[in-house]
């Protein structure tokens, strides 16, 4: 969960908007836990370390109540402050979520409420994690292709 933590911060910080990645980054980062060592050497960081931090991100992540969101936004608010890592989810957050920091129920089907959540909160990046996984997805195919696929397709677009 670490490295996972540590590579997604690293590809964060990589670019000024997560939007802008190069393909040879998420390919780098699909073939190894970490970045490729051309990677650690053309941007003077070792393995354990983050490249340096940009200050004021504001940083919206879509699905923050699933598998890897809260640990994300807690990484991510610890380097860039509470207020600036807005967690989003169609499901209930619990009280211990709703005190680490801001929470909104976001739909990532509705473009337009997405739209205007990410300019409300003048999100630099967005971190699309929502995803219908296999156990729930093999039970309602038809929502899972929506979610994951419409889904991406609109951040795709917030993203532009």
Known sequence: MKQLLRTSLTL??????PCSLKPSHIAACSQSPGVTSQHRERHGYGHSDLPPMEANRRIVITGGLGQLGQNLANALRARYGRDNV???DIKKPSNDVLADGPFAY??????????QLMVN???DWLIHLSALLSAVGEQNVPL???VNIDGFHNALNLCE
């Open 86 to 88: 807005l967690l989003t």
């Open 12 to 17: 964060l910080t990589a670019r000024s908007s």
């Open 106 to 115: 976001a739909d990532v089907l509705d473009y337009n409420a997405m739209k």
């Open 121 to 123: 909160h003048g999100a």
């Open 144 to 146: 899972a292709i929506r």
